[in-house]
């Protein structure tokens, strides 16, 4: 009898369940049970997780009405955009927005070289005086000098009233210092061996082999710092005392305190009472929210670096 070899028989995978080297492999009720707990507790965690944000987004776009009788949820209710114009309108907003963006983008960016660059230094075993640099970062976790001797030391370097009152201070966070020490413990040495005798120096295998491989990590540290310096407020309230320097943080701050405020009268006072809170922090919150998906795969693998030694 002769088959023909088209004749290749199927297999039903909607009633057998997986398929493995060419043999269906049947799934027991006990996995398909755990496989439908699981999806629901997922889908449950995801909403849970995204339903503050929901409701944040629904109460800025919803009438006072409907928001003090607590009648909003995760539909707006009574549409309206008189505190986004009202927010909007104003030039000081954009001032501040911008001082916020500048702030991000040079602190970030001075943060990441500081970091890095020690890091990397003491991530050597070699290193003359390892413990002692590490011991001098890790002190600085549990004490500090204290808000006025800050507040004094800033002042007397000139630095009150500028950008170097919110970024100098606040340039080396000790934990991702040591997440990135951490990293470049584990980095392979052959590579670095290679490149030494290739001729590189320690700046050259630094920035033309160490930090290319490092795109976990980087995008990690750089997420880090760009949302602490983002929703930094507090060294631009002590630090600084003039309004065209104050980041948007400042800003939103002053306007939620005056709206709230018992001075404020009118229905589109009451209005804006009403919904700034969500206003303001959606507001806020839009650029890391929109900037956060083109780094995810980046973070992601950032944060379990840890977990597996190179």
């Keep these: 009898m002769v088959t023909n070899a088209t004749d290749t028989p199927t297999v039903d995978h909607s009633e057998t369940g997986a398929y493995h080297g060419g043999r269906a492999i049947k799934e027991s009720r006990g996995y398909s049970t755990f496989r439908i707990i699981n999806v629901a507790a997922l889908l449950l965690i995801c909403f849970l997780t995204l339903y503050p944000f929901l409701n944040l987004v629904a109460e800025a776009f919803s009438s006072e009405a409907y928001i003090n009788t607590g009648q909003v949820n995760i ?14 309108s104003d030039s000081m907003f954009w001032i501040n927005y911008k001082n916020t963006l500048v702030y991000t983008v040079v602190g970030t960016a001075i943060a990441m070289a500081m970091t890095t660059t020690f890091a ?61 020490k951490s990293f470049f413990e584990n980095f392979p040495t052959d590579l670095e061996e290679a490149a030494s005798m ?18 976990a990590v980087l995008a990690t540290m750089v997420l880090f ?29 002053n306007i939620l305190a005056a709206a709230t405020g018992t001075g404020e009268t009118g229905t589109d006072a009451v209005q804006i009472a009403a919904n700034v809170k969500a206003v303001t922090m959606l507001l806020t919150a839009l650029p890391i929210i929109a900037v956060y998906p083109f780094i995810q ?11 597996v030694k190179q």
């Design 75 to 88: 539909v707006p209710k009574g549409f309206n955009l008189r505190t986004f114009e009202h927010v909007m």
């Design 120 to 180: 990397y230094a003491i991530s050597k075993f070699h290193l003359r005086g390892r413990s002692i640099f590490i011991g001098i970062a890790v002190f600085t976790m549990f004490f500090n000098g204290g808000m006025i001797p800050n507040y004094i030391l800033i002042n007397n370097l000139g630095m009150k009233n500028t950008i170097w009152a919110i970024v100098i201070p606040n340039a080396i966070s000790v934990f991702n210092l040591l997440v990135m």
């Design 198 to 215: 290739d001729g590189l120096t320690t700046y050259g295998i630094f920035l033309r082999i160490v930090l290319p491989l490092s795109k």
């Design 225 to 253: 710092y760009a949302v602490a310096f983002w929703n930094g407020w507090f060294a631009a309230f002590l630090y600084m005392d003039r309004a065209e320097l104050y980041p948007v943080t400042i800003y939103l701050r």
């Design 297 to 307: 795969k980046y973070f992601v693998s950032g944060v379990m670096l840890g977990s």
